[in-house]
């Protein structure tokens, strides 16, 4: 995963920044929970920003996106502020990739002075730090500069790649540390900025941005906007391209090209219950509006929750309204993440964790408790297979990525295992008394970046030490500190899962012909359940009498088909190589891309099969993809 491991000496530690050093845990005394995150910034090893000595507060962006240089060109004006008592007269930003032209300070505004500057050379994984000098009373620094074509955090399609095959498109992708690809930035979650941006495109695109979006604004190729709210850098987000709108309710809606308009909205017809469930359950929606942006196949995740424009991956369009867990997921980062975030990248599990537990709680809210059972069944699974696959130490929760790209932070154990013990509290303390806890802590932080110490002072002033007896029962540090899953986690269980298994234990034992499994009422979580239970390899005749039974070779359906094709690689399985290549070749998203290459290259042949579709795929998958995979296949080596 990721752009790979990079040995900690060569980690240039340049600008005093202190990277590589572990972040410095705040004292854990019981002391008043107000005590925190502002105060007591944890060193960030994933930033040269210096915030402590001078701090970003401020963007104003504009740009010119200029799709034949593959390019945007333009100004970054960033307001700072020092400390009482700071004079600080160094600015350090991240850079990646930036050819940066000028640097300009100014007292006021208005009279602008040029401001030496210096770009130190690049790290693979963190990029270039840009110091800027600037008298000691300066409050802005506007810096010039263009992207490159290869920017990491940038995707620019061509007409071929998008739906209407008519225009080009770009999108951006910045969490982890992708921003500085395309904003010299203070890139670290700690660091909260309101932007406002004016963005010049060819003039029959639109741009939407993840800030105030209108969409009655003319499309005439000059757009505005503006975030009044303080979001972390790795939450802003632009797209430009042929993108249509359609309301789904006063405050929601779907942007997509104009072809995926129709089908997304009936996809995501419950999302104005799903926000209302939301906010009964843990506090008033903050954001004012919550759209959701359909993008081109290549986008690398399912979802990406930009406030109040959630990007999103179009393989979630099954047509069943069957995978819209993903918008009520990327819905619940505007409380856990946008609202409270990480302060830093060993802290992602506050994001993800927080928001896997929420978003079944919207589920089983809005679905039922079936449904949230039954996709708490399927992340127990994928946590027992990661916790299989990774290295102890990446399976606690609060990791250690020091001299590591954060990306590769991102597995199932921040996301499943903080889901677990988020629900490990909920059934210790009760329903009732945990969503309390949940809403004071989301009121208490909100608009705030917090460290995993900072979670659990809170968690003991507000919960624990309310109940000493019931607190006992819930081993906190073990969860957060030590790998695997301690002896009292909870265990997801679902009716459905009992079913399931017997029709698959009766098929492989032949008491029952494929034909005759009772799969009637199956939903798309019962046949992935169904596919998992059986084993793989599976033999060739029978994965050719499931196929004729249920036509799985042709299932529309994106999460069937990842599972399918899996089991087809492993059990050469020939009669899907076609659609496994149609696949690969047809989108992007690196939750499939990446089962799917590891399955083929553990033989001889499926590394020469992956690497004849690779080759024709590679120009068309985002950069962050293409790192991924040019590691599984071994690209270029
Ligand atoms: N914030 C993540 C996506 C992400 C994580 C991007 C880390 C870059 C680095 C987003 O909310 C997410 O978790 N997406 C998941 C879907 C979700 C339903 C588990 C995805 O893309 O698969
Ligand atoms: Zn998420």
Redesign the pocket.
């Known amino acids: 995963m990721g752009y790979g491991r990079l040995a900690a000496a060569a980690v240039m530690c340049l600008a005093g920044a202190g990277c590589g050093q572990r972040p410095v845990a705040p004292p854990s005394t019981a002391g008043t929970p107000t005590a925190s995150a502002a105060e007591n910034p944890a060193r960030d090893s994933h930033s040269y920003g210096n915030p402590s000595e001078i701090r970003v507060r401020h963007a104003d962006l504009d740009w010119d996106v200029l799709f034949d240089q593959k390019s945007l060109r333009g100004t970054a004006t960033l307001t700072v502020s020092r400390p009482a008592g700071g004079r600080a007269t160094r600015l350090v930003l991240d850079t990646r990739d930036l050819d940066v032209t000028k640097a300009e300070s100014s007292r006021d505004g208005t009279s602008w002075a040029a401001a030496a500057f210096s770009l130190a050379p690049p790290d693979k994984i963190l990029g270039s730090a840009l110091t800027v000098n600037l008298p000691e009373d300066a409050t802005r620094v506007r810096i010039t500069y263009a992207t490159r074509p290869g920017a990491s955090g940038l995707q620019w399609l061509e007409p071929s790649q998008t739906a209407g095959r008519k225009f080009p498109y770009l999108f951006t992708q910045s969490?982890?540390i992708h921003a500085r690809s395309w904003i010299p930035l203070q890139d670290s979650p700690q660091v909260r900025i309101t932007y406002r941006a004016r963005v010049r495109t060819p003039k029959s695109l639109r741009a939407v941005m993840s800030a105030d979006n209108d969409h009655e604004t003319p499309r005439d190729g000059e757009y505005d906007f503006e975030m009044p709210q303080p979001i972390p850098s790795y939450l802003i987000a632009l797209a430009v391209g042929d993108i249509g709108f359609a309301p789904l309710s006063a405050r929601a809606g779907v942007w997509s090209e104009p072809p995926v308009v129709g089908p997304s909205a009936r996809e995501f017809s419950d999302l104005e219950r799903m926000i209302r469930a939301a906010e009964e359950l843990f506090g008033p929606y903050r954001w004012e509006r919550y759209d959701v942006l359909v993008l081109p196949p290549s986008f690398p995740?399912?979802?990406?929750?930009n406030p109040r424009i959630t990007f999103a991956t179009p393989t979630i369009i099954a047509g069943d309204r069957s995978l819209v867990?993903?918008v009520a997921?990327?819905l619940a980062?505007s409380w856990a993440g946008n609202l409270v975030t990480n302060a830093t990248w060993s802290d992602f599990w506050l994001n993800?964790g927080f928001?896997v537990y929420l978003e079944r709680r919207i589920l089983e809210r809005v679905y039922g408790p079936q449904r949230a059972d039954i996709e708490a069944v399927l992340g127990y699974q994928d946590l027992q297979k990661e916790m299989a696959a990774v290295p102890d130490g990446d399976e606690v929760l609060h990791i250690d990525l020091a001299g590591r790209d954060p990306?590769e932070g991102?597995t199932d154990i921040p996301?499943e295992k903080g889901a677990l013990f988020l629900r490990h509290l909920e059934e210790t303390f009760g329903r009732q008394r945990f969503d309390r806890f949940l809403r004071g802590y989301f009121d208490h932080f909100a608009f705030q970046s917090i460290t995993t110490d900072d979670f659990v002072r809170y968690l003991r002033a507000n919960l624990l030490d309310e109940g000493p007896e019931l607190a006992a029962r819930v081993p906190v540090e073990d969860w957060i500190e030590k790998p695997g899953l301690p002896a009292s986690a909870p265990r997801p269980h679902s009716d459905a899962l009992a079913r399931v298994e017997a029709e698959a234990r009766g098929w492989l034992d032949g008491k029952t012909p494929a034909s005759k499994i009772d799969s009637g009422g199956w939903t798309t979580h019962e046949w992935l359940l169904f596919l998992r239970a059986l084993p793989q390899p599976l033999d060739r005749e029978r994965m050719a009498e499931l196929d004729r039974a249920f036509h799985l070779t042709a299932s529309k359906n994106s999460e069937i088909t990842n599972q399918w094709l899996a089991m087809a690689i492993a059990s050469r399985y020939e009669t899907a190589d076609r659609r496994l290549e149609e696949f690969l070749t047809s989108m992007g998203r690196r939750?499939f891309l990446k089962p799917l290459y590891e399955a083929l290259v553990k033989t001889p042949e499926g590394r020469a099969r992956a690497l004849e579709i690779y080759r024709k795929a590679r120009p068309t998958y985002h950069p962050i993809a293409v790192a991924t995979v040019d590691e599984i296949v071994g690209w270029g080596a």
Do not use: P, R, S
């Not at 995740?301 to 929750?305: A, C, K, L, T």
């Open positions: 969490q982890a995740y399912g979802g990406m929750e867990a993903l997921h990327e980062h993800e928001t990306d991102a996301y939750k």
